[in-house]
């Protein structure tokens, strides 16, 4: 955590509510996301027993597992997600945009819009990865097969979770983080994961603090769990006598029907809370403008949501349970590309992120005092434009001379710093050298050089290109390594339609 994140939380104890920590908001809102609120049943591995679906408060779908340790119950509840998911997520799939690639040489196309997920917190991103990993290989034909739409619909969540571990990506939010990033809360970061207790600190009821509103959230009985768990309490007292009274039922069909309908008013009731609880979260998020970032990396987002669809479109075969070696350095690497580029993105759209730079010395402001906008550095094979300012600031300045600043006002351009000279009265005066981003004359255009008076944040950090490294082929993998991966083999039929550790399902890590 860090220093003004601790402060704010702080801030938010003794003021009673939630604290801003972003002036802008740092994720891609659709103007219709499918939102997804998914209940599991206790001591069973991932399984389904309700889910509430749509994409707008009022277009609610409850679907609901009567007897989740049944195999074809689960299965169809699969289907009818399938059901739901899949033509929302066909709805983008319409205009394309041609995109410039190797420098305008050629072009590629992707699609102008891509799907958002918003699940509740991030249990709900686990539930759709390891439901996912159920599903994408269960086959159509043979014993027991499933519906065909199936294991597409589990290719498609595995996607949207491997999106979620994306640094910047809004493919798939999980709600408490994406409110979280933007506030802070009174609480700790495990209560911060119960998203009743964080709208309690962000937009608390009239009449009480942020605090009193998250004592109130932790009463399952008024708030009851964000998901996917349920409520001990609600599992004895109701669940697990409505499921009773289902499978008891029988061959009665009015009594199955009756008991059928009590069982999906109970879940209802546990799901309907936080269904509202999402799209008013979502519409606080709403009422921050986007940061000047966000469109960019959405589009990477459209990238990968394109290149996807045209993976499925073209026949190709489902993700591996686990990447091989060559897969997961590549996989690793560019997650790490993304998280440096997200960190410097989100400081460079918002004062108050940079402010947390500033506090470790990778930034500082200050007031240009000096400028000479004509300066030419004729020392080369040939002159080259390079202007000089100097600015004088009263924070630390923790680098270098010789090391390259960047501005968050002029990204394009870089700023060497030529002297450091300490001032008596606490203040630093720096002189920088600029290059990049005045064109290719010997006189600068204007605005292409910070003035006289201009107040400048300065930082080392860099919103530049950041090369991709150099793997092996997978067939060339070492034999250190593990040798080069074996081809995927799908699992046998399912014997019987009970689900258990016999019945065909891939076997998992699930603890």
Request: hydrophobic residues 45%; negative net charge.
């Amino acid at each position: 955590m860090s220093t003004l994140r601790a402060l704010a939380k702080a801030q938010a104890l003794a003021a009673g509510v939630a604290q801003p920590v972003a002036t802008v908001r740092h994720l891609h809102l659709s103007d219709r996301p499918l939102v997804l609120v998914p209940l599991t049943m206790a001591g069973e591995a991932n399984a389904p027993l309700a889910a509430l679906v749509g994409d707008a408060p009022d277009a609610a779908r409850l679907l609901i597992v009567p007897q989740p340790r049944n195999r074809d119950q689960r299965f169809a509840f699969a289907a009818e997600l399938a059901g739901i998911v899949l033509p929302h997520l066909d709805s983008f799939r319409g205009d394309t945009e041609a995109v410039a690639v190797d420098r305008g040489r050629d072009v590629r196309h992707r699609y102008v819009d891509a799907p958002q997920l918003v699940v509740p917190n991030p249990a709900g991103v686990t539930f759709l990865r390891l439901f996912g990993r159920s599903t994408r290989f269960r086959r159509t034909d043979g014993d027991y097969p499933v519906h065909p739409a199936v294991p597409l619909l589990g290719r498609w969540l595995t996607f949207f979770a491997e999106r979620a571990e994306h640094p910047g990506s809004s493919a798939l939010l999980a709600l408490t983080d994406a409110l979280t990033l933007h506030w802070a809360t009174g609480q700790s970061a495990v209560e911060d994961q119960h998203l009743p207790a964080v709208l309690g600190w962000l937009d608390p009821p009239p009449g009480l603090t942020g605090a009193q509103a998250a004592a109130r959230a932790e009463d399952p009985a008024r708030c009851p769990p964000a998901g996917p768990a349920t409520d001990p309490e609600f599992d004895n007292r109701v669940l697990a006598p409505a499921i009773a009274a289902y499978a008891d039922a029988a061959d009665d069909e009015a009594a199955r029907r009756a008991a059928y309908a009590e069982l999906e008013l109970a879940l209802r009731g546990q799901l309907a809370p936080t269904w509202e609880l999402v799209w008013r979260g979502l519409g606080l998020l709403a009422a921050l403008p986007p940061g000047a970032r966000v469109a960019g990396r959405w589009a990477g987002d459209r990238d990968a949501f394109t290149g996807h669809a045209e993976h499925v479109d073209s026949g190709g075969g489902p993700q591996p349970r686990r990447d091989g070696a060559v897969a997961a350095a590549v996989r690793l690497h560019r997650l790490e590309r993304a998280a440096a580029s997200y960190a410097v993105q989100r400081a460079y759209d918002d004062p108050l992120v940079m402010a947390e730079h500033r506090l470790t010395g990778e930034a500082f402001v200050g007031d240009v005092t000096l400028a000479d906008p004509a300066r030419v550095d004729d020392t080369g094979k040939r002159p080259v434009l390079r202007p000089r300012i100097q600015v004088v600031t009263t924070e630390p300045v923790a680098v270098p001379v010789g090391a390259t600043l960047h501005s968050p006002a002029r990204p394009g351009q870089k700023a060497r710093v030529v002297f450091l000279t300490p001032a008596a009265d606490g203040k630093t005066e720096v002189v920088l050298e600029l290059s990049g981003g005045m064109g290719r004359g010997l006189t600068a255009p204007p605005g292409s050089v910070p003035e006289v008076g201009e107040r400048l944040c300065l930082t080392t950090l860099s919103d530049g290109f950041l090369p991709a490294g150099s793997f092996p082929a997978p067939e060339e993998t070492p034999w250190t390594h593990g040798g080069p991966p074996a081809a995927p083999v799908l699992p046998a039929p399912a014997p019987g339609p009970l689900a258990g550790p016999a019945d065909g399902d891939p076997a998992e890590e699930w603890a």
